[in-house]
């Protein structure tokens, strides 16, 4: 099936400074990528959608300039946090779309990214 | 009023009994809708996909889709302990790739 790789799995970082979180998809390529947010014992949040060549689609209430999302390519996305704060900590997912003739579109999601802001 | 509301939970089952997992949603538009699990502190994994009305089963799993009541099931049968997780429910518009998503229902199951 379809695999979406996360990296890194766990990062620590200084407050103020910027984390780079990847997003690849193995074997299949996604024009579209999925950054979500997830606090503990809470659900997914949309932070906004990832469009390879061109910007960043972000929801309502998500800093632009705090959370920067590149997808240079086919396969990668990234997402930085910039100028971390302890506030930032939590957990990171993304998700890209595999589009498949006989079910429509697919969402699958990535491992997830613990970020820790010290 | 959230788009999709689901029970959080938690949910205790003795091994072997069926699971029963639900959601409601308001949204009309949605079409597509999925059931996620998600182990304590890793990412999604699809369960079942399904598009508009009616019922899947894989395995052990069965997935059923209502849009008239905009009602969603997920069934377990025969459940085991390896299914002790939080159990997702998404739906998406046509067109539309963005997933919204239940709060989770944390199951567990008893040996």
Redesign the interface.
Same mark, same amino acid.
């Given at each position: 099936g379809a695999v979406?790789s &996360?990296h890194p799995s766990r990062v620590i970082c200084k407050s103020g400074t910027s984390v780079k979180i990847e997003c690849r998809s193995l074997d299949f390529q996604a024009t579209?990528m !999925?950054w979500y947010r997830q606090f503990p014992? &809470?659900?997914?949040m949309?932070m906004a959608?990832s469009n390879e060549g061109s910007k960043a689609t972000y929801e309502q209430g998500v800093e632009k300039d705090k959370f920067l999302i590149n997808h240079a390519s086919l396969t990668l996305s990234t997402l930085t946090v910039t100028s971390a704060h302890p506030e930032d900590s939590s957990?990171y #997912?993304c998700?890209a779309?595999v589009r498949d003739r006989l079910? /429509?579109?697919? #969402?699958? !999601? /990535?491992? /997830?990214s613990?970020l820790t802001v010290v | 009023q959230k788009e999709v509301e689901q029970d959080p939970g938690p949910l205790s089952v003795p091994e072997g009994a069926i699971v029963s997992l639900n959601c409601t949603y308001s949204n009309s538009a949605f079409q597509y809708f999925m059931w996620y699990r998600q182990y304590s502190r890793k990412g999604p994994e699809l369960l079942m996909y399904t598009y508009s009305s009616g019922n899947k089963e894989d395995g052990r799993f069965t997935a059923q889709v209502d849009k008239s009541s905009k009602y969603i099931s997920l069934f377990i049968r025969d459940s085991q302990p390896s299914d002790s997780a939080t159990y997702l429910c998404a739906a998406s518009n046509f067109g539309n790739e963005k997933l919204t998503f239940g709060t989770g229902t944390r199951l567990t199951i008893i040996p």
């Open positions: 979406v &996360q579209t !999925f014992k &809470q659900s997914l949309l959608t957990f #997912i998700s779309r079910s /429509g579109n697919t #969402i699958y !999601f /990535g491992e /997830g613990w | -």
